[in-house]
């Protein structure tokens, strides 16, 4: 999911992808970031302007598949991209992580493949489709500064931008100093009835929050939460957008910028010393992709300096510097290595998502993109 909320560094702002909860950064203009493309290279050797110039000649369209979970999540990446590459024409299709997987292998099974690239929060899916064969190896310009931890060695998938989910409140509602940090903190009393969270059992990411929680505190937690009232939403910008709008104080397993707008209402705050979740969105090309051309234009560009320079939440690309006040991601209680891990155990996943829906009653609701 989820696709789990900004220009891509802000999936993070509307995810950074909005999705999953961001709204992603503005993009560099073409002319602010030609000396810097001009000087990075893909793996075969081409400049953003040599692939630019072979995405026109194969007819300058592309098709991506974006995990998120709200339509404006796309937004920013398809102006963007459009801006700086006049000609190109890029739809960019948002829904939820593990919808794509289904539309995805439905198109791979009936040889009507749509899809040229896809960037999603279901990592294992990654691994599945390399070993079948079905995407392209490609080593997009940026590709070295990314962590060996965050990419195939071969190329066929890499990490396009990190993913944090933690807490947020509404400022005009609830202090800085009373703002919930550790998750025991949403037991207070001043929170009653103002929470509101995505159901774990609809997003393997707040899954992983929640597996995280109740490994610390015990199964009686979530009986403590929903005691002291909680909204159990779909999607996770949903809580996000909430707290916003003052509908709610607070939130958790949601994304946010950790330097947000001075006119915005929510802030985003990492746990003191509970674990959070950060993972890495990975994206690839498939194989029998129409376009390939493009899609090495979008993932390069996805990747180039320029892009990358203004991280939202914790930078993907090693040459990239820490965004202000913001310490490296080791030393943090999070572990994008651990969420992989936890991504790849699929029968764990099924078996916690039968215990948290025992726990808090069946997912309600229509997808968030429809709501």
Not at 77 to 102: C, N, T
Not at 146 to 175: C, E, H, I, W
Not at 274 to 286: H, R, S, Y
């Amino acid at each position: 999911m989820h696709l789990t909320t900004f220009s891509i560094r802000a999936v993070l702002a509307s995810l950074m992808l909005a999705a999953a909860t961001f709204a992603l950064p503005a993009h560099a203009q073409p002319d602010s970031s030609a000396s810097v493309a001009a000087v990075e290279r893909d793996g075969e050797g081409r400049t953003l302007q040599d692939l630019y110039q072979a995405a026109l000649k194969e007819g300058g369209t592309l098709t991506v598949y974006a995990g998120g979970d709200e339509v404006t999540q796309g937004f920013g990446i398809k102006a963007g991209f459009e801006r700086q590459f006049p000609g190109m024409k890029v739809e960019i299709v948002v829904d939820l992580s593990k919808y794509h997987d289904g539309r995805i292998e439905e198109e791979l099974l009936r040889k009507t493949l749509k899809v040229d690239v896809a960037h999603l929060q279901t990592l294992h899916d990654f691994d599945h489709w390399a070993s079948a064969g079905v995407l392209l190896p490609y080593k997009p310009i940026g590709w070295d500064q990314v962590p060996d931890g965050y990419k195939d060695p071969q190329g066929r998938f890499t990490a396009l931008f990190m993913l944090t989910f933690a807490n947020s409140y509404n400022k005009n509602m609830v202090t800085a100093e009373n703002a919930p940090r550790d998750y025991t903190d949403f037991l207070k009393p001043e929170f009653k009835n103002r929470i509101v969270i995505a159901y774990p059992h609809d997003d393997d990411a707040v899954l992983y929050v929640f597996d995280k929680i109740i490994q610390k505190y015990g199964i009686g937690f979530v009986e403590k939460l929903q005691a002291n009232g909680v909204q159990w939403v779909r999607g996770t910008q949903t809580p996000r957008d909430a707290v916003e709008a003052g509908k709610y104080a607070v939130a958790t397993g949601t994304s946010g910028s950790f330097a947000p707008a001075e006119s915005a209402n929510t802030r985003f705050v990492l746990p003191k010393s509970d674990p959070f979740l950060t993972w890495a969105q990975t994206g690839a090309i498939f194989k029998d992709a129409k376009h390939p051309a493009a899609a090495r234009l979008y993932m390069s560009w996805q990747l180039s300096l320029p892009v990358q320079s203004s991280p939202r939440q914790f930078p993907l690309r090693k040459d990239v510097a820490l965004p202000a006040g913001l310490k490296p991601l080791d030393q943090y209680n999070t572990s994008p290595a651990d969420f992989l891990a936890f991504m790849r155990d699929r029968a764990r996943v099924e078996r916690l998502k039968t215990l948290f829906e025992r726990l808090i009653g069946p997912v309600q609701g229509i997808s968030p993109l429809k709501d």
